[in-house]
Nanobody
Framework: QVQLVESGGGLVQPGGSLRLSCVAS????????MGWYRQAPGKQRDLVAD???????NYADSVKGRFAISRDNAKNIIYLAMNSLKPEDTAVYFC?????????????WGQGTQVTVSS
């Protein structure tokens, strides 16, 4: 079982930047697909970006060119650098770790971190 702890959320003005971090514990974490998902009030939880252990990335169309996901396999940490933030990016952001080839629901979730984009 992989445990995940997110940090780095907060309040930022439109156009600003934030970096989220997710620390994973557990011996299998370094081979899992790691991802960031977000959930706004009244909406479903959607993929923001994910990254394989080999560094292959995948992004939602709404964040391409603005967000960047990365991982440090030696430290079992993934990051989400968020730039040019918009009010519609406001949501609770969740870290996920799942075995390759499995849906995220088969993996582990962090507790979530709130990101609010507002002037």
């Amino acid at each position: 079982q992989v445990q995940l702890v997110e940090s780095g959320g907060g309040l930022v003005q439109p156009g600003g930047s934030l970096r989220l971090s997710c620390v994973a514990s557990g011996s299998m974490a370094r081979i899992y697909v790691m991802g960031w998902y977000r959930q706004a009030p009244g909406k479903q939880r959607d993929l923001v970006a994910d990254i394989t252990s080999a560094g292959i990335t995948n992004y939602a169309d709404s964040v391409k060119g603005r967000f960047a996901i990365s991982r440090d396999n030696a430290k079992n940490i993934i990051y989400l650098a968020m730039n040019s933030l918009k009010p519609e990016d406001t949501a609770v952001y969740f870290c996920n770790a799942a075995p390759p080839g499995f849906r995220p629901d088969f993996g582990s979730w962090g507790q979530g971190t709130q990101v609010t984009v507002s002037s």
